[in-house]
């Protein structure tokens, strides 16, 4: 069965770039009509869409964060990653990757803690 | 962007009780609608998908339902593994977006 795993800095420093990747096992990202996605909750609240990756490469960014989000697909290694620009303590999150189709978020990471300091 | 609100945010009911959440959509979404359950410390699960298909590993017991902008989320008999968090979500659009929760406490 596919599994995904997060993994990246839990600390980051306001005003740098917050780096993840999602490794994916048990089945690639360049096969299937899937989008692999990142999600974020912020402590205590609800979820919020980041961006995904299409299989075919395609990707889409959330309107709020797209001057600052760029996700990308490594084929060869079966990973996508999640780079966001300039964080502050507002981007203090969980972040999970996800794999998703027209018919929701089947497969979910564990999910990784970011802490952006000052 | 579609904008989703579930009522209650928050719900105190007892074991055995019948639940319903509710998820309306800021326009027609068709059934592209679709719940998750999140527990404490844990990653959000698919509960629900397209309004009303069940996802494998749940119980009966949980039933969706619902087109166009309004949904609804059926707990038939609350068990006590049930006391989590549920979103909605909707995949009509190609900017996902969820609602903000309906946290399920026990009475």
Redesign the interface.
């Known amino acids: 069965q596919v599994q995904l795993q997060e993994s990246g800095p839990g600390l980051v420093k306001a005003s740098q770039t917050l780096s993840l990747t999602c490794t994916v096992s048990g089945g690639s990202i360049s096969s299937g009509d899937y989008y692999w996605t990142w999600i974020r909750q912020h402590p205590g609240k609800?979820?919020?869409?980041i961006g995904h990756i299409y299989y075919s490469g395609t990707t889409?960014y959330?309107?709020s964060l797209k001057s600052r989000v760029s996700i990308s697909g490594d084929t060869s290694k079966n990973q996508f990653s999640l780079k966001l620009s300039s964080v502050t303590a507002a981007d203090t999150a969980m972040y999970?990757c996800?794999r998703?189709?027209?018919?929701?978020?089947?497969v979910?990471?564990?999910?990784t803690t970011v802490t952006v300091s000052s | 962007?579609i904008q989703m609100t579930q009522s209650p945010s928050s719900l105190s009911a007892s074991v055995g009780d019948r639940v319903t959440i509710t998820c309306r959509a800021s326009q027609s979404i068709s059934t592209?609608l679709?719940w998750?359950q999140q527990k404490p410390g844990?990653?959000?699960?698919?509960l629900i998908?397209?309004a009303s298909?069940l996802?494998r590993g749940f119980p009966s017991r949980f039933s969706g339902s619902g087109s166009g902008t309004d949904f609804t989320l059926t707990i038939s008999t609350l068990q006590p593994e049930d006391f989590a968090t549920y979103?909605c979500?909707q995949?009509y659009s190609?900017?996902?977006?969820?609602?903000?929760?309906t946290k399920l406490e026990i009475k």
Request: hydrophobic share 25%; proline share 5%; aromatic share 24%.
């Open positions: 609800g979820l919020e869409y889409y959330n309107p999970y996800a998703a189709q027209r018919g929701g978020l089947d979910w990471g564990q999910g | 962007d592209y679709n998750y844990k990653a959000p699960k698919l998908y397209a298909s996802q979103y979500q995949s190609i900017f996902w977006t969820f609602g903000q929760g």
